[in-house]
């Protein structure tokens, strides 16, 4: 079993939807959380990151940590077309980089 | 303000062969950090340089080797290419090496055949 799972998708929504992408972990020594998005060909580009458990929300982006459960979501509001790209998922013990675990990512598309 | 700047984007090599890759990360950040891309793997961290010493190491095998110089520009070597070497090798800059300050650059895709 993977330290970190993610539904790669594709998920494909309309535009204008709400998408919720969704991590699940193992490691309850994780405090780090972090979204990242990934569109083709580039790196990846941190979109939000939340210490501990609770919630964070920025602009149209919501990120959601419940360590209980050892679930994180990220949720977009009104969806646009450059939305579309690859979300992973990543968290760490620690705020040193090194330590940090990726999912393998959900592709998103949303359609015009 | 620059970005993070890896050369070449894109490789073609032959098993056996041995590649570099460079990366020059932000102006005045002093950690770098190389991980590698493949589809069925994700993102996996290979190794951390800081001020020209290596701090961090990922469970790559030794054919895996880095260094980083005095502007803080570093290289990433892999000897005797295998066919599962094929991935994006990605750097990440950062000041301190957090990972809640990371940017990447755009990866080198590199294909061995």
């Known amino acids: 079993q993977k330290e970190v799972e993610q539904d790669p998708g594709p998920l494909s929504v309309p535009e204008g939807a709400i998408v919720s992408l969704n991590c699940t972990y193992s490691n309850s020594a994780f405090q780090y959380f972090m979204w990242y998005r990934q569109y083709s060909r580039k790196g990846p580009e941190l979109l939000m990151y939340t210490y501990s458990s609770g919630n964070k929300e920025d602009g149209r982006f919501t990120a959601q940590v419940d360590k209980s459960s050892k679930y994180i979501s990220l949720f977009i509001r009104d969806s646009q077309p450059s939305d579309s790209a690859t979300y992973l998922c990543?968290?760490?013990?620690?705020?040193?980089?090194?330590?940090?675990?990726f999912g393998a990512g959900t592709r998103l598309f949303v359609k015009a | 303000k620059a970005g993070v700047t890896q050369t070449p984007r894109y490789l073609i090599k032959t098993r056996g062969q041995q590649v570099t890759l460079s990366c020059s990360p932000i102006?005045?950040?002093?950690?770098v950090s190389w991980y590698q891309q493949t589809p069925g793997q994700g993102l996996q961290f290979l190794f951390e340089y800081f001020s020209e010493t290596q701090r961090n190491k990922g469970n790559f095998p030794g054919r895996f080797s880095g260094r980083q110089f005095s502007n803080s520009r570093s290289e990433m070597n892999v000897s005797t290419l295998e066919l599962g070497d094929s991935a994006l090798y990605l750097c990440?800059?950062?000041?301190?090496?957090?990972?809640?300050?990371?940017?990447f650059g755009q990866g080198t895709r590199l294909t061995v055949v």
């Open positions: 102006s005045g950040h002093r950690s």
């Open positions: 990543a968290m760490s013990p620690a705020s040193g980089g090194f330590k940090t675990i």
């Open positions: 990440a800059s950062s000041t301190q090496g957090g990972n809640t300050e990371a940017f």
